[in-house]
Structures are given as C-alpha cells and as structure tokens.
Nanobody, 119 residues
Framework: QVQLVESGGGLVQAGGSLRLSCAAS????????MGWFRQAPGKEREFVAS????????AYADSVKGRFTISRDNAKNTVYLQMNTLKPEDTAVYYC????????????WGPGTQVTVSS
C-alpha cells in the first residue's frame, strides 16, 4: 500500500514562494496519476493541480493557474508543487493524493502540510 508524506509547508509573506514535496513509498509510483488538493479553515477540500503518470499532462484550478506548477520525479518517487506569487487566500493545508488510473477516484492521501500566507 502506498504511503504519501508531504513537506515544504510554512509561513511566507504574500508574493513569496514555496515548493511542496510529496514523497511516495512503493515501487509503482511512476504508474500513478498524482494530485494536489487544499483545505482552508471552514471550507471544503478543493482541487489544486494534477499530473499524469508520465508528466505528459497537467491540470490546474483556475485560482492557481499561472502561479503554481506541478511536476514529478519518478526516479525519486516524488511529486512537487511550486507555488509562486502566493496570496493570503492560498492559506490552507495542502494534501497530495494518488489515483490508480485516470478514471478512478483519488484513493490514497498524505497527512497534509500547512501553508500560511501573511498579508
């Protein structure tokens, strides 16, 4: 069973940058599509970005398009989320997740990492 662990969160001023990492256990990481989600206090968890197993295709929420970049290194079993020009509304707990194929639901989640953007 895959285990996901996020890191790289923290406190940053508006306009700053952070890079989140999600390390996955297991030897089949390169077979999975991966996604990043976030949940702000009092709000539902929302989609942020996703990347296919080959990194051939990515998708972004409109709210982060042009500011965030998802990438992956299958040799390191790691997926990244580069976040630039951060805004206070980006404050949330960020989660990475796996889906086995494009048609399945995300079925494995990390514990999350807190990102706080001060104004």
């Amino acid at each position: 069973q895959v285990q996901l662990v996020e890191s790289g969160g923290g406190l940053v001023q508006a306009g700053g940058s952070l890079r989140l990492s999600c390390a996955a256990s297991g030897r089949t990481f390169s077979s999975f599509n991966m996604g990043w989600f976030r949940q702000a206090p009092g709000k539902e968890r929302e989609f942020v970005a996703s990347i296919t197993w080959s990194a051939g295709s990515t998708a972004y929420a409109d709210s982060v398009k042009g500011r965030f970049t998802i990438s992956r290194d299958n040799a390191k079993n790691t997926v990244y989320l580069q976040m630039n020009t951060l805004k206070p509304e980006d404050t949330a707990v960020y989660y990475c997740a796996r889906k086995i194929n494009p048609f399945s639901a995300y079925d494995a989640w990390g514990p999350g990492t807190q990102v706080t953007v001060s104004s």
